[in-house]
């Protein structure tokens, strides 16, 4: 049976990358091997400007929006975009960028972030994202840790990506977070 993944993808003020993610992710979801069994819709959440970013309720509305309509679905920067990724149904949460990253696979492997698979009942049952986070930062440790207490052991799987090029304001000049 083919399980609906709705792809949720924060966005504010990257026109550029918002055209380079819709002309490779909806042909590498279409078109990709491990992505057979997969029926995707492509969720664009927009914030307007005025405020400091907020991915966490931006996620949120997105996944709210698909409710019922999905059966999983991909939290998805706009600025990290597949070369070699499973983006099947996941058992367990799974963040499916490992490779690619500035920082590394090692470090990658610590995180909770970028491109995450979930269930969408994993993912109410954690209530989502905190919507306290603004700009920069924590909210994915924040859901990450929602979803320990609730008895989910978020995972990875290898997936290869490609960062598109951006002021990283989430990491000190070394690299760090």
């Not at 042909?27 to 997969?38: A, G, K, N, T």
């Not at 492509?42 to 309509?69: M, T």
């Amino acid at each position: 049976m083919r399980k609906r993944l709705g792809v949720v993808v924060p966005y504010r003020d990257r026109e550029q990358h918002l055209a380079e993610f819709l002309a490779t992710v909806p042909s590498f979801l279409s078109e990709s091997p491990r992505c057979e069994h997969v029926t995707a819709r492509i969720l664009i959440v927009e914030q307007v400007p005025g405020k400091p970013f907020n991915r966490g309720a931006l996620c949120n509305v997105g996944a709210r929006i698909l409710g019922d309509s999905v059966d999983y679905i991909c939290l998805h920067d706009v600025d990290t975009l597949p070369i070699d990724a499973d983006y099947s149904w996941p058992e367990q949460p799974s963040m499916i960028v490992v490779h690619g990253l500035k920082f590394g696979a090692e470090l990658a492997r610590k995180l909770f972030g970028t491109v995450v698979l979930i269930q969408q009942a994993q993912f109410i049952a954690a209530n989502g994202f905190s919507n306290e986070y603004w700009d920069w930062g924590f909210e994915d440790v924040d859901l990450r840790e929602r979803l320990l207490r609730c008895g989910f052991r978020p995972g990875h799987r290898e997936g290869t990506f490609r960062s598109l090029p951006h002021p990283d304001l989430g990491s000190n000049p070394d690299g760090t977070p």
